[in-house]
């Protein structure tokens, strides 16, 4: 029947079936090329997946050689400046210290490379236990002395006095958060100072650096997270994997923390912010969960 | 199953692809060919199959159109090349 309640004609009926005969038949010829089309995604996917596992092998693998003879090399450079093996002059002691410089550099690399490949392999785990910031703040000061002294950088230390900065974290982790950022400091600044400081915000403890390197564009600061980013790194050909603040910033969400930006621009310097909760809604020696973003 | 019974049981299958049960609703209704359950067909004696097979595509054509003829020839295309051009039912040339 039509609209008009008339009965609809034979002929009508047989038109309407092949109509939709046809647009049934379509239907499956579609169904059936995006059924080719999804095997082909899916077996494209397990290579890449594949690719992709294979390459955080690789990297792993390949920074744990690197590790053992980096250390090696750090080791006996640094007891060499300490003039554990009696003084040096001024000249061989200044070769040595560049190379313990670039020592540190690569060791930074690959420590990097490998918490990143245990990130993306779903392994980084954290052992949480009540930890006293001041003290590895303190003693990464006095580690990153050489290669700011090294570049004629003021180099200064702000932790108030008589102030408890004790609160649960990865100790070996946060450390390895804050050097990166002292160490993109010190390697974005060409001269004047760069300052590390420990103090109280509210809740939170901050760990804060703050030079007056080569700052910050607008444009350049939403990416400085990401895996690989140089910021303005790749134009001074400043070194380093572009891993660190993406690997700061996993580490601090994984303590439930942050890692902030401040920057007036270009050529107005930085400051890095590490700021985590003064107490961790984790217990001490319980793991931490990797972030979920 | 012999090659006629594969050509029939494809056709049907190929056309419940795009009309559903009714594919095996309008085959039991070719003079000559029974549809049991579960998909299986058999062919009277005293016709020949080259004629089923023939009214078959026709039953589908009468309703559905000459897109409906296509598509079982499309269906069978692989399973007559081994039939000599006399054995090949007029409706799949």
Same mark, same amino acid.
Request: charged content about 25%.
């Given at each position: 029947?039509?609209?008009? !309640?008339?009965?609809?004609?034979?002929?009508?009926?047989?038109?309407? !079936?092949?109509?939709?005969?046809?647009?049934?038949?379509?239907?499956?010829?579609?169904?059936?090329?995006?059924?080719?089309?999804?095997?082909?995604?899916?077996?494209?996917?397990?290579?890449?997946?594949?690719?992709?596992?294979?390459?955080?092998?690789?990297?792993?693998?390949?920074?744990?050689?690197?590790?053992?003879?980096?250390?090696?090399?750090?080791?006996?450079?640094?007891?060499?400046?300490?003039?554990?093996?009696?003084?040096?002059?001024?000249?061989?002691?200044?070769?040595?210290?560049?190379?313990?410089?670039?020592? /540190?550099?690569?060791?930074?690399?690959?420590?990097?490379?490998?918490?990143?490949?245990?990130?993306? /392999?779903?392994?980084?785990?954290?052992?949480?236990?009540?930890?006293?910031?001041?003290?590895?703040?303190?003693?990464?000061?006095?580690?990153?002395?050489?290669?700011?002294?090294?570049?004629?950088?003021?180099?200064?230390?702000?932790?108030?006095?008589?102030?408890?900065?004790?609160?649960?974290?990865?100790?070996?982790?946060?450390?390895?958060?804050?050097?990166?950022?002292?160490?993109?400091?010190?390697?974005?600044?060409?001269?004047?100072?760069?300052?590390?400081?420990?103090?109280?915000?509210?809740?939170?403890?901050?760990?804060?650096?703050?030079?007056?390197?080569?700052?910050? !564009?607008?444009?350049?600061?939403?990416?400085?997270?990401?895996?690989?980013?140089?910021?303005?790194?790749?134009?001074?050909?400043?070194?380093?994997?572009?891993?660190?603040?993406?690997?700061?910033?996993?580490?601090?969400?994984?303590?439930?923390?942050?890692?902030?930006?401040?920057?007036?621009?270009?050529?107005?310097?930085?400051?890095?912010?590490?700021?985590?909760?003064?107490?961790?809604?984790?217990?001490?020696?319980?793991?931490?969960?990797?972030?979920?973003? | 199953?012999?090659?006629?019974?594969?050509?029939?049981?494809?056709?049907?299958?190929?056309?419940?692809?795009?009309?559903?049960?009714?594919?095996?609703?309008?085959?039991?209704?070719?003079?000559?060919?029974?549809?049991?359950?579960?998909?299986?067909?058999?062919?009277?004696?005293?016709?020949?199959?080259?004629?089923?097979?023939?009214?078959?595509?026709?039953?589908?054509?009468?309703?559905?159109?000459?897109? !409906?003829?296509?598509?079982?020839?499309?269906?069978?295309?692989?399973?007559?090349?081994?039939?000599?051009?006399?054995?090949?039912?007029?409706?799949?040339?």
């Amino acid at each position: 029947m039509d609209n008009n !309640s008339n009965p609809i004609t034979a002929e009508e009926f047989q038109k309407a !079936s092949e109509q939709l005969y046809k647009q049934n038949l379509e239907v499956v010829k579609l169904n059936k090329q995006l059924e080719e089309v999804t095997h082909e995604l899916e077996a494209a996917n397990t290579k890449l997946k594949s690719l992709d596992q294979l390459k955080t092998e690789f990297l792993s693998l390949a920074s744990h050689q690197l590790r053992s003879p980096l250390t090696s090399i750090k080791g006996y450079t640094s007891m060499l400046l300490e003039g554990s093996f009696g003084p040096i002059d001024p000249k061989p002691n200044e070769a040595i210290r560049r190379v313990y410089t670039s020592a /540190q550099g690569l060791v930074n690399i690959v420590e990097d490379l490998l918490n990143v490949s245990k990130i993306e /392999q779903g392994g980084m785990k954290y052992q949480m236990v009540p930890t006293d910031l001041s003290k590895i703040v303190t003693d990464l000061y006095n580690e990153m002395k050489i290669p700011a002294e090294g570049k004629l950088l003021k180099f200064n230390l702000d932790i108030p006095e008589n102030e408890n900065f004790t609160t649960n974290v990865d100790p070996v982790k946060m450390k390895q958060v804050f050097l990166n950022l002292v160490d993109n400091s010190i390697k974005y600044t060409s001269e004047g100072s760069v300052t590390i400081s420990l103090q109280h915000d509210d809740q939170n403890i901050c760990f804060a650096v703050k030079d007056t390197g080569v700052g910050i !564009s607008p444009e350049t600061k939403d990416k400085l997270f990401e895996k690989f980013s140089r910021g303005e790194g790749g134009k001074l050909n400043a070194g380093g994997s572009g891993l660190g603040l993406y690997l700061a910033k996993q580490i601090a969400k994984a303590h439930g923390g942050d890692v902030l930006i401040e920057s007036e621009g270009l050529g107005k310097g930085s400051m890095f912010k590490v700021c985590l909760p003064a107490q961790t809604s984790l217990p001490p020696n319980q793991t931490a969960t990797e972030p979920t973003s | 199953m012999n090659i006629f019974t594969q050509i029939i049981t494809r056709i049907i299958k190929e056309q419940e692809l795009i009309i559903g049960p009714l594919a095996w609703i309008e085959a039991a209704k070719v003079q000559g060919l029974t549809v049991h359950e579960q998909g299986v067909v058999n062919m009277s004696d005293g016709n020949s199959p080259q004629d089923i097979v023939d009214r078959l595509v026709a039953q589908y054509e009468r309703l559905f159109g000459k897109a !409906s003829r296509e598509v079982c020839r499309d269906a069978v295309k692989g399973l007559v090349t081994g039939l000599t051009p006399e054995q090949i039912p007029s409706s799949l040339k």
